[in-house]
């Protein structure tokens, strides 16, 4: 017989289930009303939300629009400062290198000058005086002298100005360079729109850069340097305007005192003889006497070197001996030779060494006692030879260099010739 199965849980009343109903359908509605109340109010955001991104979005590319013309505009007249200052900088460069070109050519007057003042200080006795030529070559050089200083403070001056301009120029091209990197970034920002592929949020974009400045200090920068600019051009441009004055001034002075200085010549030389004494039989004796003294301190440094390797060779022998077996150890009768060997060595080297450097003083002594031989030899040349040569090499500053062919050799020959054994003296020495 089947038998009926009851589930023991709880059981609600029909009031209750009634009342769940009711409830369930008052909280839809409520829940219905409530959402609909919200997605009224989110389509009223969606709009003015939509309509405030829109303004904004179009109030900032027109923003970046006008910015981007302002450094436009700031970026064409750094160009044209920069083409104005590289021009300025390239004339100035140019009037510079003449000037430099200008002072190298002072070189010729002042060594013409001073080979005259050295070639007349060979002259001796009564022809030693103060004369009119040698007053006016000093005052050539004091003029040639004055003309080199000027140029070279007009091209230190120069080249000062060039390193202000660099300077100028390299603030020119970083603020140029900053504007060049600023247009391409605001470019690319204003070419984004809702459809570019590299758009992406980002950590704290509202923060403030480093070193972020105001527009008005920004304006001042570019005004500052594109100012400092055209005060530097300026002051180059009155540079270069000194510097065509000074080389000009410069020539005119040093070519009056040219003409001052050969009308002193040709009237000098009107007046001047002189004769040349001979002093070669001195001289050769004192070369054969530095001859023999030269061979005997190559045989003495022979001998010392010999003496040296005598020595090496008994301090071996003495330091090989003493690494013989302890009861082999004696000192014996080679001990004691080569232990005085080595004494008398010592004595030896110390007596060669101290006659080596008496010759070579009085090697010294003769070279120099030859120098002075020399000296008065060279100095007997006549001082018509002299200022004869002082003219023929003053014609380098009116004959092209192609050209200069000397008329006047044989005091060059002389001097040559006498100044040889001493050069091969103080080789000797050497």
């Known amino acids: 017989m089947a038998t009926l199965s009851v589930k023991h849980s709880q059981r609600f009343q029909l009031p209750d289930w009634h009342t769940n109903t009711c409830l369930l359908s008052t909280n839809a509605e409520r829940q219905r009303d409530a959402s609909h109340q919200i997605r009224q109010e989110a389509r009223v955001l969606r709009n003015e939300t ?50 430099e070109q200008n002072l190298q050519a002072k070189n010729l007057p002042l ?29 050539e050089v004091e003029v040639i002298e004055a003309t080199r200083k000027a140029l070279q403070q007009k091209i230190s001056q120069a080249f000062e100005q060039l390193c202000r301009l660099q300077e100028v120029q390299q603030l020119l091209n970083s603020d140029h360079r900053g504007k060049m990197e600023s247009l391409d970034i605001d470019r690319g ?19 403030i850069p480093k070193g972020s400045t105001t527009l008005q200090e920004w ?9 400092q600019a055209e005060a530097e051009m300026k002051a180059a ?32 030389l009107r007046e001047m003889e002189k004769v040349y004494s001979e002093l070669k039989w001195q001289e050769k004796h004192m070369l054969e006497e530095i001859a023999d003294l030269q061979e005997d301190i190559r045989h003495l440094e022979e001998d010392l070197r010999r003496k040296l390797l005598n020595l090496k060779l008994c301090h071996t022998r003495l ?5 013989r077996p302890d009861g082999e150890r004696c000192r014996d009768q080679v001990q004691y030779g080569l232990t005085d060997e ?38 007997k040349a006549n001082s018509m030879l002299l200022d004869t040569k002082c003219m023929d090499t003053r014609r380098k500053l009116t004959v092209p260099a192609e050209r200069f062919v000397p008329e006047v050799d044989t005091f060059t020959r002389t001097t040559n010739r006498t100044l040889t054994p001493l050069k091969s003296c103080q080789l000797e020495l050497a």
């Open 237 to 268: 441009m009155e540079l270069r305007e000194a510097i065509v004055l000074t080389i000009a001034k410069t020539n005119n002075e040093l070519e009056a005192q040219r003409v001052a200085t050969e009308f002193a010549f040709r009237k000098r």
């Open 111 to 139: 060594d013409v000058a001073i080979e005259c003042l050295t070639l007349r200080e060979s002259r001796r006795d009564i022809d030693v005086v103060t004369d009119p030529v040698e007053s006016e070559l000093h005052k």
């Open 189 to 207: 920002c204003l070419s984004l729109n809702l459809t570019s592929p590299n758009i992406s949020l980002k950590i704290n974009p509202t923060r």
């Open 219 to 227: 304006d001042e920068f570019s005004q500052f340097n594109k100012a």
């Open 50 to 99: 939509n309509n405030q991104t829109i303004w904004d979005e179009h109030d900032n590319k027109t923003r970046l629009a006008e910015r981007i013309t302002t450094v436009t505009r700031w970026k064409e007249m750094l160009d044209k400062s920069l083409t104005d200052l590289d021009t300025e900088m390239a004339t100035l460069t140019k009037l510079k290198e003449a000037a």
């Open 342 to 379: 080595v004494h008398q060595l010592e004595a030896t080297i110390t007596a060669l060494k101290q006659k080596l450097a008496q010759e070579q003083d009085a090697l010294d002594a003769l070279c120099k006692h030859l120098a002075r031989l020399q000296a008065d030899i060279a100095c």
């Open 319 to 323: 330091e090989a001996r003493t690494y």
